[in-house]
Each structure stands twice: as C-alpha cells, then as structure tokens.
C-alpha cells in the first residue's frame, strides 16, 4: 500500500486508464437499461386500456428490418365492434406522410433518420396512445394535429394552414392541434401527422375503406383472453387476434432490437478502452519494476521470497484495479447521461425515466476493471520477482531475461499469421466475431514482435535526431536502441489507437468505394426522383405521367 502512494502520479496514470474503460462499459449498461426500461414503461402505459389487437396475420420484414403487414378491409373493424364483451373499438391507418414546415421546407430526413408518417388520431383515452397538448382539439374531417416535436421543428402553430406530402400527393389542412406520444414529444424522434379516420383513409388510401389495424377495449370483467377468442372466431381469415399484453411484448422486443446495434457499437468501444488499458497497465508496471529493481533487491536480500515479491505487486494491482473501478462506477452514470443527450441531439427522442443501475452492472464493471488490472499486471510481477539479492548493491538494475529473439519471433509470428487467418475467415463471411479475435490476436502479436523491430526502427527513425539536437539526440537515441522491450512497451498502446483510427478509415472509404461501385453499375438512368423515404414513401402518382413533356 505505501508503495503504492509512494508514486501518486504514476498512480493517478495507472488508475485513469482502468476508470476509463470501465466508465464507458458502465455507462453503456446503465444507458442500455434505462432506455429499455424507459421504452418498456412507455408502451406498457400506451396498451394498458388495449385488450386486443387485430391485425393481418401474414408478415414481412421490411427495408429498415421492421416488421411489416398488410392491410384489412374496413368491414373488420365492424365485425370487431359487434362481437360481445367490446366496450369500444377504434381502427388505424398508418403510412408515408411528411409535414412542410413555416419556412416551406420539409420536416424529417426518413433516408438518414427516424421516419416520418401520418396516422389516424384515436377515440377516447383508453385506445389512443396520443395526449392532446393544452390548448388542442382533437382532429376533425379535414383537420390535423401534429406531435409536439414537429410541430415545434417546423414553427407551426394552432390555426396555421399545414401542407403534408403523402402518397397521393400534396394536402392542405388547418392546424388544431399537437399531441404528445405517452410521455415523449414524438416517438423515438419520428414526425406524425395525425388526421381522424376517414381523412387518413382520404388522404393516405385514396379513398379505400382499409384499415392496418383494430385496437379494442374489453367491458368490466372480460379477460383479454376471452375477448381475444371471441374476436378470433369472429374475424375474416387471413387476420388474427392478439392480446394487449402479447402486443405490447412485440413493441418493448422490437425496440429493444432496433437499439441493439447502438448497444453493441458502444461496447465494441468499450472493450476497446479495456485493450487499451491492458497495454498502458502492462507497461507501467513494467516501468514500476524497472524504477523497483534495487527495492526488490533490497527486500529479496533481507528475506523475502519470490512470492512474496508477485504477491505485493499483484495486491498493488488489486488495489489499483478495485478502486479505479469504483471510480469507474459512478463516471459512467456520467457517461450514460452524456449517451442519452447525443441521442437527442440526433433528433432521438427517449423517454423520460429514472437511472436504471442493476446490481449486474457493478458486478461486471468492478469484475472486468480488476481482472483487466491484476491480469496485466501478472507477468511484470513475476519479472520482478526475479530480480536477484545481488542487485541491490549494485549501481545497475539485472536484465531479468525475457523470451530469446527465436522464441519472441515464431511466436508472435504465429499470433500474427493466426489473426491474420481469423480477420480474413471473418470479413469472407464467417462472422464479425472472427473479425475481432483476428484483430486482437494481430495486435498482441505485433506486441510481441515489436521489441525484435524497436532496435533497428530506433536507430534509423533517431538518426535525425542525431544531427539536429546534437549529443541530446544521441542520448535519446541510444535510450531507445539500449532498451527494446522498453521502447516497444511504451508504444504498444499508441499502437492499438493508431491501428484502430487506419481500421476505421480504412472501412469508411472501402465501404465509400464499394458502394458507389455497385450503384454506378446498376443504374442505368439519368435522374432519380424519389420520396427520400428508405423504409417507405412515394412521389404523387400523377407525376410520371407528367415528365415525358419536359423538353429535357
């Protein structure tokens, strides 16, 4: 322990190295649960009223992996509202719809952000997850009410005249209102425009008595179960009844899906930091032996054994590694705060909730934050265990050994050809995991190799120094040349950084290349007019017929 505070500095160094990585794996936990449970909360309360759902039973997954069907004829939705023990039943049509704002653009980016759409407008509370703002009304026939988020991107007021890009083309409607989806201004950042039914059905369908689902509130003292059964021997085939409970599950899986991506590239980076933290913790530990060695030498000569030796530096390591991962603890509720703002400020709206901090979230951070810590501490401890009694009277630290220059090469000559084997199997398509072991096992493998590189790389990348700062460039020079493992050391975590900034770049500008390679070869058109939807959208119908008559 006095050992320890001997050097509060180097300390702080060792411990900040740990506290980050374990803050960013921490706040990714704390930030992946709080959003889950956020969602989890919210569309429990939306389908708290809804006992059944009745949808299209056949489904597709569409572009943007979302799961889509197709729509009902709008008799279902009288068949429903007839069968015994429903207290109301409301329909619901959804689809492309993009909102112009005051300033005569429009609202929403659906080809690089969240989506936008128009919906029908609910009945009464218990079937409508839409909350009128003070001073709304509820959409009448050739009425809008937008969600509070557009409404406030695009400077629209109630009473504005709204202009919404549908698939039938352009509308005009009368502003009466803005709503609130549960608890958030918009959901997950997405622009609604919301009509009642028959308007939706107008101005989405083109007239067409469809509808994309039934939503269905059960009187006093019917089960969802029962009424689910009920409506199931009632509807026509090729739809299907499920529960609210059931209905809601699929929303809370299906989000928690769409975020999963977000989640594992959080944690891609966390365990980045922790790499990156292995090779700092290894070095300064092997910098604590080397400035040690008279110390050890000292305690060896006046009884101490070996193991005495590892087990101080390993306890030195432990200390390190628990309290750094403490602190790590409490800076990544920090970082999930900070999570959550970027996520707002991409245009995603996440619910309002509590912190979410599990009991697994610590017992992982702190776990990984001192096994990181003692392991990377193992094999320094053990160099300095081996530094002889003799040492201590001497003006020289002992070289204690360390693997010969043949071993050192068909070693890490074998890690390297291994990764190298794993990353290529990996990017052929057996997986992003082999990408990774692949990568790990080049790194730690070049980490090996680089102390038999750091001798000649310093004598010709110093020589320059050599003949600019004069006897200071020798001096620095032979420094690096007369201690390879050391110079090979201090540059293994700027390899890792430097190696992981040419990846990037790398798979940035291939997948550049790659891309406009595909399109340039199959398409063979001139000009594209599109909606800017990825998922869906369209252009008015009447528009290809009207384009042969320009003169271009």
Known sequence: LKSALAKKRRLFGTMLSVLLGVAFLTGTLVFTDSITASFDDLFAGIYAETDTVVRAESSVESANAAEARGRMPGYVLDSVSAVRGVADAQGYVVGFAQTIGSDGKAIGDPARGAPTMGMSFGGDDALNPWRLTAGSEPPGPGELVLDAGTASKGDLTVGDRVTVLTQTGP?????????RFGTVDSPGGASVALWDLATTQEVMLGGADEVDAVWVDADPGVSQDELTARIARAIPEGTEAV???EITEENQDAM???????????????????????????NTFQIIVSQRSREMALLRAVGASRSQVITSQMLEAFIIGVVASILGLFAGVGVAAALKSLLAVVGIDVPSGSTVFLPRTALVAMVVGVLVTV???VFPSIRASRVPPIAAIRDLGTDTGGHPRRNRMIQGGA??????????????????LWVG????????????????????????LGWPATRISGVTGVVARENAVRNPK???????????????????TVIAATAKAWTRDVVSEQFQGDFVIAAGGMAFGGRSPHLPPQLPDLPE
Not at 439 to 455: D, E
Not at 486 to 500: C, D, I, K
Request: hydrophobic letters at 65%.
């Open 171 to 179: 509308h005009e409607f009368p502003l009466v209102g803005t709503a």
């Open 243 to 245: 529960t609210g409970a």
């Open 256 to 282: 928690a899906s769409a975020l999963g991506f977000f989640n594992t590239f959080l944690l891609v980076f966390a365990a980045i930091g922790l790499v990156v933290a292995c090779f700092t913790i290894y």
């Open 375 to 377: 392991g990377s501490a």
């Open 415 to 432: 890690l390297v050809a291994l990764g190298a084997a794993g990353f290529t199997a990996g990017l052929a398509g057996s997986g992003v």
């Open 437 to 460: 072991i692949g990568a790990l096992l080049v790194f730690v493998g070049m980490f090996a190799l680089s102390p038999l590189i750091a001798r000649p790389a310093a004598r010709v």
């Open 486 to 504: 050391r110079t090979a050391r201090a540059g293994g975590a700027l390899m890792v950084g430097v190696a992981l900034v040419a990846a990037i």
